[in-house]
């Protein structure tokens, strides 16, 4: 027979409440130190990042950008002419000399024009000798009416002369005297006045010779001209150079028509070289006349100065020119791609380090700094002041020793601290 005991059903009621307290103690206390954690950090692999430390010094202010050398002096050979290509005798990057012949050409209209011209001038020619024939009889027919005016004025003086004498010896009336003086008066008037129309004769005959003279001379040096844009289809250098280019925007051909004042060379002379740098607009602010500039042509690094910085923004850019001093690497010609790198300042006793990646100048931006001996880095505000190509100035927020990320985390920009591995 079983025996009721109240007092061990209440033990064991006793112990499960015990239980469960101490159960729900335990999940309390293991969820307020759950959220006393801190999330685990973001891992950056070190081989991926550069770093650089703060430091004070002379900070050297420079900027940078790409371009091309290009010719100082550029010889432009053109057409006078238009004409067809008959044939190319040397191409781009031949040496040539003034009398190199670069291309010849032709132009049967030309040659057809300069026929025409000739024949005109011997027609012209042919004419003026006509002229002069013509005036010369007609010179010659005047002296003869002139000189038998002249014979018969002089008759008539010699009877009026006579009469007037007989007159005074009373053997002819006054009359007829007269008569024969008035006779001589109008042979001598009309002997004057055929002595002024031969001089005026002379005058207009020499008039129109020298007009057809001055015809003829225009139309032979019209023909001189026209004889030289023949000879000149044979083009040559006219300079001693480099033949940079034939023809201009495309080679010349074979065959090819080009019209007048088109360009059929481009000669420059070698060892006189430019640099032009194009500078982003937002740097170029900064540069001026006769500042300091290096040109690196991968094969030599020439110095130079700043003498022109075009006005107008292109692309993004400006152009700025560069004259070379010194002797140029070999390898150095027109069109060679370079680097030019100009010294726009230096800065004295000024906070600096290496330009992290999308760093401004004058403006605030926050950046990992290493901490932890290097094991974790922070994210911290920092002003930055003036830039350079590949430095930029501290204005606060970092101190000499300081090391901070310069690569590109901008990943983990919404963490404040990182570990770097």
């Not at 079983?2 to 015990?18: C, L, Q, S, T």
């Not at 729900?24 to 006393?36: E, F, Y």
């Not at 011997?122 to 007609?138: G, I």
């Amino acid at each position: 027979m079983d025996v009721a005991r109240p007092d061990i059903a209440r033990k064991k009621k006793r112990n499960r409440f015990i239980w469960f307290v101490c159960l729900a103690a335990g999940i309390a206390g293991i969820t307020v130190a759950l959220a006393k954690l801190e999330p685990a950090l973001p891992k950056v692999d070190s081989a991926v990042i550069w770093t650089d430390e703060v430091k004070r010094g002379e900070m050297l202010r420079q900027v940078r950008g790409n371009g091309s050398l290009v010719p100082i002096d550029i010889q432009f050979v053109q057409s006078e002419v238009s004409g067809t290509i008959e044939k190319v005798h040397v191409l781009a990057g031949a040496e040539v000399v003034p009398d190199t012949i670069i291309l010849e050409m032709s132009n049967k209209d030309l040659e057809q024009d300069i026929f025409d011209r000739e024949w005109a001038i011997k027609q012209q020619e042919a004419q003026k000798v006509q002229l002069d024939v013509r005036l010369e009889s007609e010179r010659l027919n005047k002296k003869i009416s002139l000189d038998k005016l002249k014979a018969d004025y002089e008759y008539a003086a010699l009877e009026a002369d006579a009469y007037k004498k007989l007159q005074e010896d009373g053997l002819v009336a006054s009359l007829e005297a007269r008569r024969f003086l008035l006779k001589a008066e109008d042979f001598g008037a009309r002997y004057s006045n055929e002595v002024a129309s031969v001089s005026m004769d002379k005058k207009s005959a020499d008039a129109q010779i020298a007009v057809k003279e001055a015809d003829i001379l225009k139309m032979k040096a019209q023909l001189d001209i026209k004889r030289e844009q023949l000879t000149n289809l044979v083009v040559r250098a006219g300079i001693t150079g480099i033949l940079q280019e034939v023809g201009d925007n495309r080679k010349l051909e074979v065959g090819q028509r080009v019209g007048p004042n088109t360009t059929l060379a481009k000669i420059v002379i070698p060892g006189r070289l430019k640099a032009e740098i194009e500078i982003a607009e937002t740097q170029v602010k900064d540069v001026t006349l006769g500042q300091v500039a290096e040109i690196d042509t991968r094969n030599g690094i020439i110095n130079g100065k700043v003498v022109r910085v075009d006005p107008a923004v292109n692309n993004g850019t400006v152009t700025v020119d560069v004259q070379l001093e010194g002797e140029l690497p070999d390898g150095a010609r027109p069109d060679l791609s370079v680097d030019g790198t100009i010294e726009i300042e230096r800065l004295d006793n000024v906070l600096f380090v290496g330009r992290p990646v999308r760093a401004t100048p004058d403006a605030e931006a926050k950046v990992f700094k290493l901490i932890e001996d290097g094991g974790q880095a922070q994210l911290v505000p920092v002003k930055w002041g003036r830039s350079s190509v590949s430095v930029i100035e501290i204005a606060n927020g970092l101190e000499v020793g300081d090391k901070v990320i310069l690569s590109d985390v901008s990943d983990f920009e919404e963490y404040e601290k990182i570990r770097i591995e």
